[in-house]
């Protein structure tokens, strides 16, 4: 059973950077694409960015020039630096596999943008 836990949310203020992480269990985290996704409040969740086995990676147009992802296969992680957030950034951001699966969904961890 893989499990995803995702820390380093917190309060920032507009123009700020965050680094956020997601831990994972499994074997086979190494040859799995990995995506962030995020959910504002009131909104559907959506896909932030993505990270293929091979390092390659894509953005929504929303977050492209601002945010990075990356993983560490070693450590089984993921990361997203963050940077020149925006208050429409605010959102709890997820990681899971891309595409989802739907039982990887963990608690996520709040970005909260002040203006």
């Known amino acids: 059973q893989v499990q995803l836990v995702e820390s380093g949310g917190g309060l920032v203020q507009a123009g700020g950077s965050l680094r956020l992480s997601c831990a994972a269990s499994g074997s086979i985290f190494s040859i799995t694409p990995m995506g962030w996704y995020r959910q504002a409040p009131g909104k559907q969740r959506e896909w932030v960015a993505r990270i293929t086995s091979g390092l390659y990676t894509n953005y929504a147009d929303s977050v492209k020039g601002r945010f990075t992802i990356s993983r560490d296969n070693a450590k089984n992680t993921v990361y997203l630096q963050m940077n020149s957030l925006k208050p429409e950034d605010t959102a709890v951001y997820y990681c899971?596999?891309?595409?989802?699966?739907?039982?990887?969904w963990g608690q996520g961890t709040q970005v909260t943008v002040s203006s």
């Open positions: 899971n596999t891309w595409p989802t699966t739907r039982d990887y």
